[in-house]
């Protein structure tokens, strides 16, 4: 049986995998200790719903809940953001402004995208989350409060603090327990349950009376797509090909994927892109190892420009740890800073 949990003004969450299910049983489990909660997960996984979800399950479900993406605000807005200032503290301050954590008071703060905070913004969330106090900017009265922290991230924040890009007092005291949201190629038994959630609510708001379904080319097609962008990419895609359908009363068959298909994309591209070079050799004359790391650097260089050369993310799609792809790249010569040489690799 699918699960379906379900707050006021939230979607729900939905799927009837193992790993969902167990990914779930944590939350529950999780939700009731007055402890800070590392949410982890790819982009759009859900991560804000499973914070929610921490929230409203806890003893402080009545309480206020609020909620703030670190990476949307430069080091000084989200220092006042987060903390509020004193009247005159900067231009423009004609009078105190409570922060976020003031905000939360007696309830729960989620910090989206945290390991984008700078530096100084993570010492001062540390002291807040580990003695729930601070200053406001510009103030010299300590403000005490009472808010369970739950941060979220898409990013190895063990690996961050190894490169000295987070805090590893910060990292200890938020990661009490840490929940993990399975990807969406983790689950695919949830997949065709999604899509036809999402296929039945975009039919609801299209004002139809009904969602037929999808035709069993289009289940095969939702079913071979790796969904990169997880729920939300599944979302986007159903719901785009439910606004185009001409035939809403009979089962969709096509499902709009990439939004920027088009019948003369790939012919532009051929037309603008200068004749392919000659190889250096002919294959037949190269050895058996020179073949392999050729092939090898191409398959690295394709993967990275996929994933926008983030290397978590291409680790993750190509099933290696992160560490393995680090000394792939560093055989090849791809390492950040090598950008250029990564890119010769991947095909025009």
């Not at 006021?8 to 995998?17: D, F, H, R």
């Not at 039945?200 to 095969?220: K, N, Q, S, V, W």
């Not at 439910?242 to 994927?257: G, K, Q, Y």
Request: charged share 25%; proline share 7%.
């Amino acid at each position: 049986m699918a699960i379906s949990v379900t707050e006021p003004e939230l979607p729900p969450l939905i799927g009837q995998s193992a790993a969902f299910q167990a990914m779930l049983a944590e939350v529950s489990r999780l939700a009731p200790l007055d402890r800070p909660v590392l949410v982890v997960g790819e982009r759009g996984t859900g991560k804000e719903l499973v914070a929610s979800r921490l929230a409203y399950l806890s003893r402080r479900w009545d309480k206020p809940i609020v909620k703030l993406n670190c990476a949307a605000l430069p080091e000084s807005l989200l220092d006042s953001e987060l903390f509020g200032h004193e009247a005159g503290a900067f231009t423009g301050a004609t009078r105190r402004r409570a922060g976020r954590f003031e905000l939360a008071d007696g309830g729960t703060l989620f910090l989206d995208e945290i390991a984008q905070a700078s530096q100084a913004v993570q010492e001062k969330i540390l002291r807040a989350v580990e003695y729930g106090v601070f200053d406001r900017v510009g103030g010299s009265t300590p403000v005490r409060v009472d808010v369970r922290v739950i941060a979220a991230t898409n990013v190895d924040l063990p690996q961050a603090v190894a490169e000295g890009r987070f805090r590893a007092d910060l990292l200890d005291r938020l990661a009490f327990d840490v929940v993990t949201i399975p990807p969406l190629r983790a689950r695919r038994e949830d997949v065709l349950l999604l899509a036809e959630h999402f296929g039945i609510g975009m039919a609801r708001e299209l004002g139809r009376d009904f969602f037929a379904g999808f035709t069993p080319a289009a289940r095969e097609k939702l079913l071979a797509h790796s969904w990169p962008g997880n729920v939300r990419e599944l979302k986007n895609a159903v719901e785009r090909s439910v606004a185009r359908a001409t035939r809403p009363d009979r089962p969709l068959d096509d499902v709009v994927i990439d939004p920027f298909a088009a019948p003369w994309r790939e012919a532009s591209g051929e037309a603008t892109n200068p004749p392919p070079t000659a190889p250096d050799a002919e294959p037949a004359a190269k050895g058996y190892e020179a073949r392999v790391a050729e092939f090898e650097a191409r398959l690295l260089g394709e993967a990275l420009a996929a994933h926008r050369f983030n290397q978590q993310e291409t680790a993750r799609a190509l099933g290696l740890g992160y560490h393995q792809l680090r000394r792939l790249l560093r055989k090849h010569k791809m390492l950040p800073g090598r950008d250029k040489a990564a890119r010769r690799l991947v095909p025009a």
